[in-house]
C-alpha cells in the first residue's frame, strides 16, 4: 500500500486568499487521484478526480494538479470563503478497480 | 443524485450486543459498496469491499466473523458489529460506487459501545 500524506496542521487562510493544500504519496503512481471535502461528523463528499494523463483539472474555485514525477498532487481554493472551512482528503486508487487509500486530511480553516 | 443514505446515525450499544448499519444507494444501483471505519482526525481505513450477491472481501486485519457484511441488493449493504466491545466504538461510514470512480459516502454512523 502507499505511504500518504497530507499536512496534519491546519490551514488558516483570510476570506479571499488562495489556500493551497499537498498530497504526496510514496510508491507507485495511481492512475487517478481525487480530492474529498469532510465536514465533522460527517462522510466525505467527492470534489474532483485528476488521471495520470491530466496535469490539471477545475471546478469552479477549485484546482487540482497532478505531478506524477514529484509524487504530488496540488489542490487549490481560490478566493476562499468561510463556507470552504473543512478537512479535506486526498485519495488514491489502490490496488484493485475502484478501491481507494485516503490521507488523514487537511482542514482549512478561513476566516473573515 | 447520488444520495447515500445511512442508518442509525447514532447508536450506543453495551458490550457483548449486535449492531446492524445499513447503507443504501437511494437514486441510483451501486455495483459496488465498500465500508471504513474512521478515528479522530485519522484517515478514512477501508474495512471491506462489497458486491451485490458476492461475499465481501475484507482487508487485512479485519475480522470478517467480527464485521458480517450482507450486500443483498444493488441498493443495500448492510455491517453487523457481532460482539460488540469498547474497542469497536468509532465513526463507520459507507460508500457507493457505479461504473464512474466516484465513490458517493454515506453520512456515517456513530458507533459507542459502553
Known amino acids: 500500500s502507499q505511504k500518504i500524506e497530507q499536512n496534519s496542521e491546519a490551514l488558516n487562510i483570510q476570506e479571499g486568499k488562495t489556500a493551497t493544500l499537498t498530497c504526496n504519496y510514496t510508491n507507485y503512481s495511481p492512475a487517478y487521484l481525487q480530492w474529498y471535502r469532510q465536514d465533522p461528523g460527517r462522510g466525505p463528499v467527492f470534489l474532483l478526480l485528476?488521471?495520470?494523463?491530466?496535469k490539471e483539472k477545475r471546478k469552479e474555485r477549485l484546482k487540482v494538479t497532478f505531478d506524477t514525477t514529484l509524487k504530488q498532487s496540488l489542490f487549490h481554493i481560490t478566493a476562499s470563503q468561510p463556507a470552504d472551512s473543512a478537512t479535506y482528503l486526498c485519495a488514491l486508487e489502490a490496488d484493485s478497480w475502484g478501491k481507494f487509500q485516503f490521507g488523514a486530511g487537511t482542514q482549512v480553516v478561513v476566516t473573515p | 443524485g447520488a444520495v447515500v443514505s445511512q442508518h442509525p446515525s447514532r447508536v450506543i450499544c453495551k458490550s457483548g450486543t449486535s449492531v446492524k448499519i445499513e447503507c443504501r444507494s437511494l437514486d441510483f444501483q451501486a455495483t459496488t459498496m465498500f465500508w471504513y471505519r474512521q478515528f479522530p482526525k485519522k484517515s478514512l481505513m477501508l474495512m471491506a469491499t462489497s458486491n451485490e450477491g458476492s461475499k465481501a472481501t475484507y482487508e487485512q486485519g479485519v475480522e470478517k466473523d467480527k464485521f458480517l457484511i450482507n450486500h443483498a441488493s444493488l441498493t443495500l449493504s448492510t455491517l453487523t458489529v457481532t460482539s460488540a466491545h469498547p474497542e469497536d466504538s468509532s465513526f463507520y461510514i459507507c460508500?457507493?460506487?457505479?461504473?464512474?470512480?466516484?465513490?458517493?459516502f454515506g453520512p456515517g454512523t456513530r458507533l459507542t459501545v459502553t
Open positions: 460508500s457507493a460506487t457505479t461504473d464512474s470512480y466516484e465513490q458517493y
Open positions: 485528476i488521471r495520470e494523463n491530466e
